[in-house]
């Protein structure tokens, strides 16, 4: 036998058919339709059209049906004759626009009617375009395609909307647990301030802190210095914030109340106990150390004061903290301090101490510049002259009331009890000891 070469002359030829446009579903935004309309006839037309086109269509004979239908199967458009017994196209367009939520479905009017009042009753009822009857099928397709271009708009809206309300939910979370924590924060600086009260035998002590967000940077305390002396303390870290509240929380511990021996502005004497330092001393060493040994950029503004219990005298120390009030028994006010440089700021700095003398019924208010700088609604600050004028005001009022009032005061001149700065202060009415 021979073989002979298969060659394309010799193969045998396989019939092709070419697919029906109907079996290839169609790929856009629309693909399910719904046509509506009395007229059977008008909708085999439509519908034959449609399924060319590689649509899946629905058919309905009225409006009611046409909702039932869309209950189970939403479609993307709808072809809806005007004219129709029991509910119009307008109405069943309406009735689709209150079903309207993330999935929006493209409505549009089979109608005869041209005039332009009618087309703007049918926007008005929600329709997005216009078909006139009879239907020109090349129109047709090119309405769709319009409509897909506005529902694929309208699909990548809701898309970005929920990612949107996604991220803005788990924004919401994240602020809710910050704040959360801020709150905690806030709970924990506040009781660095553990007694705002303190009744000595020698006149009352007063202390008062307010922070202008959940935390900041000032701080107020006092604490035993031997038998014969209290220590006072104002402090004022640059900033705002967590960082400076977290910097505020150190310092504290360098002035503890608690543990006197790592108070760093005591020292033991030769019977072994707890005695002020010299206060210009204690601040150049806290320098040094904010300098040498943390790792920050924030400074502080500081005031350091012992009191003598029994005579009333003071010794201070003040770097960059605003200058001390005090208010004489008879009613002047005298600013006293030397100013100085805030600690932190610069190596190599020397500060300096000053003293005075509380005589009975005078008293010193120490406090920190979101006072006298807090602003007015034209921007003035408070100043110095505007301090004078409210301890003059409150020269009656005591303790935790006088700091209570000057908050109030504070608030009025501000027109907000949203002060931008932190404020503190510090309030000793010394009475002295009692006659013997």
């Keep these: 036998m021979t ?3 298969i060659s394309e002359s010799t193969m045998p030829s396989v019939p092709t058919r070419p697919i029906p446009l109907s079996t290839l579903p169609h790929v856009g935004a629309i693909r399910r339709v719904l046509v509506v309309d009395d007229s059977k006839l008008q909708r085999k037309l439509l519908t034959i059209a449609l399924k060319k086109w590689g649509f899946e269509v629905m058919e309905a004979e009225g409006g ?11 479609p993307d458009l709808v072809l809806s004759d005007w004219m129709m017994p029991g509910m119009s196209g307008l109405e069943l367009c309406q009735r689709f626009r209150a079903l309207d939520g993330d999935e929006y479905t493209y409505f549009i009017l089979l109608t005869s009617k041209s005039d332009k009042e009618e087309v703007a009753r049918g926007l008005d009822s929600g329709a997005d375009d216009f078909l006139s009857k009879p239907v020109d099928n090349n129109e047709l397709r090119a309405r769709i395609t319009a409509g897909e271009r506005l529902i694929e708009m309208q699909r990548s809206m809701v898309q970005a909307n929920r990612a949107l309300s996604e991220t803005l939910g788990e924004l919401q979370q994240l602020y809710d647990n910050i704040d959360s924590d801020l709150q905690e924060a806030k709970k924990l600086q506040q009781s ?9 035998p020698v006149g009352d002590l007063s202390l008062m802190l307010r922070s202008s967000g959940h935390v900041g940077g000032d701080l107020v305390g006092f604490f035993e210095a031997g038998q014969k002396h209290v220590g006072l303390y104002a402090l004022d870290v640059s ?19 608690a543990a006197p021996d790592q108070n760093v502005a005591l020292h033991k004497n030769t019977k072994g106990e707890f005695v002020p330092r010299s206060p210009d001393e204690v601040v150049a060493d806290l320098n040094n150390l904010v300098l040498n040994e943390m790792e920050t950029e924030h400074y502080f503004t500081l005031l350091l004061a012992f009191v003598e219990l029994e005579t009333g005298q003071m010794i201070l ?5 605003p200058h001390p009030a005090i208010q004489r028994v008879g009613g002047e006010i005298e600013l006293i301090g030397t100013g100085g440089f805030p600690v932190g700021l610069l190596s190599g700095v020397s ?44 020269s009656a009022t005591h303790g935790p009331a006088f700091l209570e009032a000057m908050i109030w005061r504070l608030t009025e ?8 700065d932190d404020v503190s202060a510090i309030l000793f009415e010394y009475q002295g000891l009692e006659a013997t």
């Design 317 to 321: 120390s003040q770097a960059g903290h």
């Design 239 to 257: 900033g705002h914030g967590i960082s400076s509240a977290l910097m505020t929380a150190r310092l504290a511990g360098y002035l503890s109340s």
């Design 192 to 200: 660095l301030v553990k007694e705002r009260f303190r009744a000595l």
């Design 64 to 74: 009611e049906e046409a909702l039932d239908l869309a209950a189970d199967n939403r």
């Design 351 to 394: 500060f300096e101490k000053f003293e005075l003398t509380l005589a009975r019924g005078d008293r010193i208010l120490i406090l920190s510049d979101g006072v006298t700088e807090c602003p007015g609604p034209d921007g003035t600050m408070l100043d110095e002259d505007g301090l004078i004028t409210l301890m003059n005001d409150l």
């Design 413 to 420: 001149f501000n027109g907000s009890e949203d002060f931008p």
């Design 3 to 5: 073989l002979r070469p």
